[in-house]
Structures are given as structure tokens and as C-alpha cells.
């Protein structure tokens, strides 16, 4: 057996094992349903959005909080994070106009205390606020570039109390924009979908747990059990790190939505790059032996199929050219769902090999950034520990 052989046929069987033996994480097929049975009665929710210069986002994502069909009693709390642009102006200025303004209530972070990433201390400012006028029973987590619709909260409740979930999220439908983020966005929630396969995060006996920030609803004695966000107060992927915490105390479900979506748009290389590279080497505890291992599996995956396929009329290796064939069309095959989830054609999962290829060279910047001590900056500050 040549290399070619050997490499095409190890790729073939790692992707037979993904397609049929890893938790179903291609599927995208855990979902909200459209109408989820009403709860007995509606609990109190509060919604804390932190915003950090997002004048430009926030009218929109605050105007769809503030139109939620949610009949039990809900409050939000923009807490804005030292921003420069106007942002908490914007978001008082849309409270005394909306009719439902009374729910909203802008704070500002005070100064960050050391060892806090930034999003965590505005978390942690917003749960504060609304915690002083009465603790509600559940805490909607969400972003300043996320628009729900105007049942998603509904949903979301209805989803938890009937269920008895200690966290109900929602990884929101990405705004893919143009050029090369029509493909790489996709990918990203397919590569994240494989990290974290959605059914096993959803079942009770799997330690598997994540969550999407940018739709998180907690119990709020869930997240008090789990330590409260002070716990994640160093988390540059806080979102998982919430899964993981709220998970040891209790059950969790994670899905893919269409209709709620970021508004945030993803317009080139360069904006999914730095999106990846200030997190990915967290991901791998920043060792360097797990990247080294993490970029060779990435070659196998992802690079190894076509270039041996492609490369047939040198090598003349049948054999390999087919397993590599094979190994490619399993790409795409589970490439399939998240790009129709975006409005894609199958046809474009054959090009996941791109996507893999700049993905791994991301997630070696995110070490070199690191080593440089240039990683974990968002919105022109350091992580915990720094100043920005």
C-alpha cells in the first residue's frame, strides 16, 4: 500500500465515523417547534443584553426584545459597556419612543474589575440591575446584533417549563454577507455543530454541553447553582463554558434557528479570520501539542481527499483517487443541511476543503497571536487580565 492509498483510506474512515457515528451533528435538525404547548403559567423573565459601540445594531435587536408576544411579565437591561458611538443614547432614546419602553432600562458598566473579559462583566452589570428591582425567574442571554422574533421568547419558556431544561439556546441564523462569507459562514456553524454535536448536548447521559450566546435562556437558580456569571468571568468562549457550567446541575438543549438571526454582517476573509483567531487556540487550552494534533487533523480531513483525488494523473493510483472520492462526497454530503440552512446548494459542499484549509491556517494565527500576546482582543480590548 503507497502513501496515497493510506492516507485517502484513513481519511475515508474518520469521515465514516463523523457521518454515522458522531452524535448526528450534520443533521441540523434540532429545532424549535413553531407552536410549543403554553406553560401553566408565564414565569418572570429578564433580559440583559451587554453592547459595546453598537449604535449602529442596536435599535434593531432592542426593538425586537421590546416586541415579544411574551405574556408573562419581562424586563430588559441594555448594560452598556464603556461604549464611545452613542450606544446607551441610541437605546434611551428608543426606550422613551417605543411603546413598551417601560420594559427597557439602560445601566453602565462601572470600571472592570482584573481577571474580567469584558462581556462578562457587562453580563454580570445587566443581571445586578435587574436583580435589584426583583430577581426574575428566568434570564434571557442575547446579543446587541441579534433580532428575535417577536415568538421567540414564547418559544423559548415554553420549551424550558414543559421540559423542566435549565438552559434553552438557540445558535441564530449568522448574516453570511458577501464573497467568501457566503462560504466560511457556513462552515463556521458546521465546524462549531461538530465540536459540539447538538443531540448529544441535548441528552441528559452526554457530557457533551455548549450553548450560542447570542440566544441563551437560564434558569436563574440554575445559574446561581453554577456559580453565577462571576464563574466565567475569564471565559473568552463564554457561551460554552456557560453550557458546561449549567450541564453539571441540570439538563440543556442547544438547536439551530432560520428566523432569529445576527444582523451583523460577515463581509469578507478578514472579519470571519479575526472572529476565529481572538478564540481558537482558548479552545485548545492553549497548548501547543493539541494544535499540532488539531492542524494535522484538519489536513486529513479536509485537504488530504481532493489533493489525492485531483493528483490522480500524476500518482495513477485508482485505488486512492476512489477512497479520496469517497472521503470528499461524505464532505459534502454533510456539508448539505447547514448550507441550506443559508440558502446554498449541496454543489457548494464540495468546496469545504477551502473552508477547512483557511480554518486551520485561523486557528494557527490564534496561536501565534497568543504567543505574541496580541489574542482574545474584541472591539479594540484585551481579554481578562489586560487593559484595553
Known amino acids: 500500500m503507497d502513501w496515497q492509498?493510506?492516507?485517502?483510506?484513513?481519511?475515508?474512515?474518520?469521515?465514516?465515523?463523523?457521518?454515522?457515528?458522531?452524535?448526528?451533528?450534520?443533521?441540523?435538525?434540532?429545532?424549535?417547534?413553531?407552536?410549543?404547548?403554553?406553560?401553566?403559567?408565564?414565569?418572570a423573565v429578564a433580559a440583559v443584553v451587554p453592547a459595546r459601540d453598537e449604535v449602529a445594531l442596536i435599535r434593531a435587536s432592542l426593538g425586537s426584545l421590546l416586541g415579544q408576544d411574551?405574556?408573562?411579565?419581562?424586563?430588559?437591561?441594555l448594560a452598556d459597556d464603556e461604549s464611545a458611538d452613542g450606544t446607551g443614547d441610541a437605546a434611551r432614546g428608543l426606550a422613551r419612543e417605543h411603546p413598551r419602553g417601560a420594559r427597557l432600562r439602560v445601566v453602565r458598566t462601572p470600571p472592570r474589575p482584573a481577571g474580567w473579559v469584558g462581556k462578562m462583566w457587562a453580563v454580570e452589570t445587566g443581571l445586578?440591575?435587574?436583580?435589584?428591582?426583583?430577581?426574575?425567574?428566568?434570564w434571557l442571554l442575547t446579543d446587541a446584533d441579534v433580532v428575535h422574533t417577536p415568538g421567540n421568547l414564547r418559544r423559548l419558556v415554553a420549551k424550558a417549563e414543559a421540559e423542566r431544561l435549565d438552559l434553552v439556546s438557540l445558535m441564530v441564523r449568522l448574516h453570511a454577507g458577501s464573497g467568501w462569507g457566503r462560504l466560511l459562514v457556513p462552515a463556521f456553524v458546521y465546524f462549531f455543530q461538530k465540536l459540539y454535536p447538538f443531540p448529544r448536548v441535548n441528552d441528559p447521559r452526554s457530557r457533551t454541553a455548549g450553548a450560542a450566546g447570542g440566544c441563551a435562556l437560564v434558569r436563574a437558580d440554575a445559574l446561581k447553582r453554577a456559580g453565577g456569571i462571576e464563574s466565567l468571568r475569564g471565559e473568552v468562549i463564554d457561551d460554552c463554558a456557560l453550557g458546561r457550567a449549567v450541564k453539571r446541575g441540570g439538563?440543556?438543549?442547544l438547536g439551530l434557528s432560520r428566523a432569529e438571526r445576527s444582523i451583523r454582517p460577515y463581509q469578507g476573509i478578514a472579519d470571519v479570520w479575526n472572529m476565529v483567531a481572538r478564540s481558537a487556540f482558548t479552545q485548545l487550552n492553549h497548548s501547543v501539542a493539541i494544535l499540532a494534533g488539531t492542524v494535522l487533523g484538519l489536513v486529513l480531513l479536509y485537504l488530504v481527499p481532493p489533493l489525492v483525488a485531483l493528483t490522480w494523473p500524476w500518482h495513477r493510483d485508482g485505488t486512492a483517487a476512489a477512497l479520496a472520492l469517497g472521503a470528499w462526497a461524505l464532505q459534502a454530503l454533510t456539508f448539505a443541511p447547514t448550507l441550506a440552512l443559508y440558502g446554498r446548494g449541496p454543489q457548494c459542499g464540495f468546496a469545504l476543503p477551502a473552508a477547512g484549509a483557511l480554518y486551520t491556517a485561523m486557528t494557527v494565527d490564534s496561536a501565534l497571536r497568543h504567543f505574541r500576546r496580541t489574542g482574545a482582543h474584541w472591539k479594540g480590548r484585551a481579554g481578562a487580565g489586560r487593559e484595553g
Open 5 to 43: 492509498t493510506a492516507l485517502a483510506g484513513a481519511s475515508l474512515l474518520a469521515w465514516l465515523y463523523l457521518a454515522f457515528a458522531h452524535g448526528r451533528f450534520w443533521r441540523c435538525d434540532q429545532r424549535l417547534r413553531e407552536s410549543e404547548p403554553d406553560p401553566p403559567r408565564w414565569p
Open 70 to 77: 411574551y405574556p408573562g411579565p419581562f424586563r430588559i437591561v
Open 251 to 253: 439538563p440543556i438543549w
Open 128 to 138: 445586578r440591575a435587574a436583580s435589584a428591582e426583583e430577581a426574575p425567574e428566568y
